[in-house]
């Protein structure tokens, strides 16, 4: 029987580009939520498990032989549950003897990083980034034990169709449909790294589907850095008629955030939209030679397409 591909938290942007994307390439592909709900194509097996549960758990990687760990509590939840959620993933697939890729960011690096590559210090001393070099260490610990082979990817900010969950979509293609202004979070001069989601879902099956990739952490293959006045222009230049653009500042989150959840949240993590956030994806790129991202603009032509049609 065909190895059977197991994605955790398939109702996501990554782990739904991460579905399609196994589908795609030929591969038996299970995705998991709670719902057992996803717009998924037809040939991808959907199951309804809660991952947070001993019962859940292995059902949801039952006869798995790669599980994609895409799945993450609330995003003000993640220091309670997601170090529990990622050990009870760890241990059961450990016990049906499957191989793990951890679907990661890079929060861990913290500020003042300079280029990230995955030779870059873990520094990151605020809530969400000590959660992420917390997980990272037991996952690689996990995999230097030999309880079971472990690789991450790790991947800045992305943009897509069904990317709802991505900060750059809701501020920068969602007013899209509506005509309203598009907005860029923080420093509209300062250059960030993104990653095309499309993309990032077939590095993730790279990294599943190669033992080179084993043991070691990633820089999934992002465009150039952009700065947010640019990729706002490039997104007009889309459209039959510009809309208005506007910046959404550090001052405004921190008024918003007493009433917003997303947005007290943002705040710890500002930095990586007021300072320039980059990365260097060249080791990936040179492991994975034949690998091809999309280019900027068809990419941007894609998602605005995209978003004109969502409500």
Request: glycine share 10%; proline share 6%; net charge negative.
């Amino acid at each position: 029987m065909q190895n059977l591909h197991v994605v955790l938290g398939s109702t996501g942007g990554a782990g739904n580009a991460i579905a399609r994307a196994l589908a795609e390439a030929g591969l038996r592909v299970r995705a998991v939520n709670r719902s057992g709900k996803a717009d998924l194509p037809p040939e991808i097996e959907l199951l309804a498990a809660d991952i947070t549960i001993d019962d859940g758990a292995t059902a949801a990687v039952s006869g798995a032989s790669v599980v994609y760990m895409a799945a993450q509590p609330p995003y003000h939840r993640w220091p309670e549950e997601f170090p529990p959620m990622l050990e009870r993933v760890i241990a059961v697939t450990a016990d049906v003897g499957a191989k793990l890729v951890m679907v990661d960011n890079l929060y861990g690096y913290g500020p003042d990083a300079g280029t990230m590559s995955e030779d870059t210090p873990e520094r990151a001393n605020d809530t969400k980034g000590e959660v992420r070099r917390r997980m990272t260490r037991m996952l690689l610990d996990a995999h230097e034990s030999g309880r079971l082979r472990v690789t991450i990817g790790r991947a800045s900010d992305y943009f897509g169709p069904r990317a709802e969950n991505s900060g750059v979509t809701a501020l920068s293609f969602q007013p899209i449909a509506d005509g309203k202004r598009l907005r860029w979070l923080g420093n509209l001069d300062a250059p960030h790294s993104l990653a095309y989601l499309p993309d990032i879902g077939r590095a993730y099956v790279g990294l599943g589907t190669s033992d080179v990739a084993d043991g070691r952490v990633w820089i999934l293959p992002h465009h150039g850095p952009i700065t947010g006045r640019d990729f706002l222009e490039t997104i007009n230049g889309q459209l039959p008629e510009p809309l208005p653009t506007g910046a959404v500042s550090k001052a405004m989150l921190r008024l918003a955030a007493p009433f917003h959840k997303i947005s007290k949240e943002t705040l710890g993590i500002a930095y990586q939209w007021t300072d320039p956030f980059v990365v260097d994806d060249s080791r990936f790129r040179a492991a994975f030679g034949s690998f091809e991202t999309t280019s900027l603009d068809a990419a941007i032509a894609t998602t605005v397409d995209w978003y004109k049609q969502v409500d």
